[in-house]
């Protein structure tokens, strides 16, 4: 069974997959009784329920006919095999493709890090996304109302969004940077990880999830509240969210912001 061009549920959730005892089910097995998380132990990390999160959101996706299922070659658009397309798949990565650990060491909560793993995948329900599942919305960005709404535009390349993250980055002296214009979702995730050190990479990494989130927030706020608010009072929020933490996980300064 494969969900889109590539991926099958064990390259979905590869950590999900460990932990299925039931693996020679079909989907429609497991469908019609809604029960497929009973063929799973019991799960105990973030990035396996992280996982189930996106699983099932391909699940919801499944429309079943009445036709047999057929074996095809995923990987030609003819479902042939050819030598050179397996050749080719030697080069195309089934893993991860960005610091996914950068996420899971990174000092922010459990909400914060389920977050950030679909953000940087660009799953986070866009309207975008909400279009091509036929759910009707508003098409446009509602942080800038000018261009259409997609994950890299909203957190990365918005207007709006850039001067969040230019005051974070005068806030931390240059500890952040405000997301370059040509950069993709995990491009601009990877690349600012790159070559930090432990204690920095893990404060700079939940530094930008906290922002990111807090764009997501002021987003959110706008559609379902109708209340808007400018830059500079969401990075007062980014703050607040940062200094709780500091406070609750006691004296070590996890990240400074003034
Ligand atoms: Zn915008």
Request: proline residues 2%; aromatic residues 10%.
């Amino acid at each position: 069974m494969r969900f889109d061009s590539y991926k099958a549920p064990r390259d979905i959730a590869p950590n999900l997959y460990k932990l299925a005892w039931r693996k020679n089910r079909t989907v429609r097995d497991d469908l019609q009784d809604s029960n497929w998380t009973r063929g799973l132990r019991r799960m105990t990390t973030m990035e396996e329920m992280a996982e189930m999160l996106i699983l099932e959101s391909y699940i919801r996706t499944v429309r079943l006919n009445d036709q047999q299922d057929v074996i095809s070659w995923k990987l030609t658009a003819s479902g042939q095999y050819t030598t050179k397309s397996a050749y080719g798949a030697q080069l195309i990565g089934s893993y991860c493709t960005f610091d996914s650990k950068a996420i899971w060491k990174a000092k922010v909560e459990g909400k914060h890090r389920f977050f950030a793993w679909l953000l940087v995948q660009c799953k986070i329900l866009t309207a975008d996304k909400l279009l091509k599942r036929n759910r009707p919305c508003d098409p446009l960005c509602q942080l800038c109302h000018q261009v259409e709404e997609s994950a890299g535009h909203l957190i990365l390349h918005c207007v709006y969004a850039k001067e969040v993250w230019l005051r974070m980055s005068q806030e931390t002296n240059g500890l952040m940077q405000v997301p370059s214009t040509e950069l993709t979702m995990e491009e601009w995730w990877n690349l600012s990880l790159q070559g930090l050190n432990k204690e920095l990479k893990q404060r700079t990494a939940a530094l930008m999830i906290y922002t990111a989130w807090n764009i997501w927030k002021e987003r959110n706020r706008r559609i379902f509240e109708g209340i808007a608010a400018l830059p500079a009072w969401v990075v007062t929020m980014i703050k607040e969210e940062v200094n709780l933490r500091n406070w609750a996980c006691g004296g070590g300064e996890l990240l400074s912001v003034s």
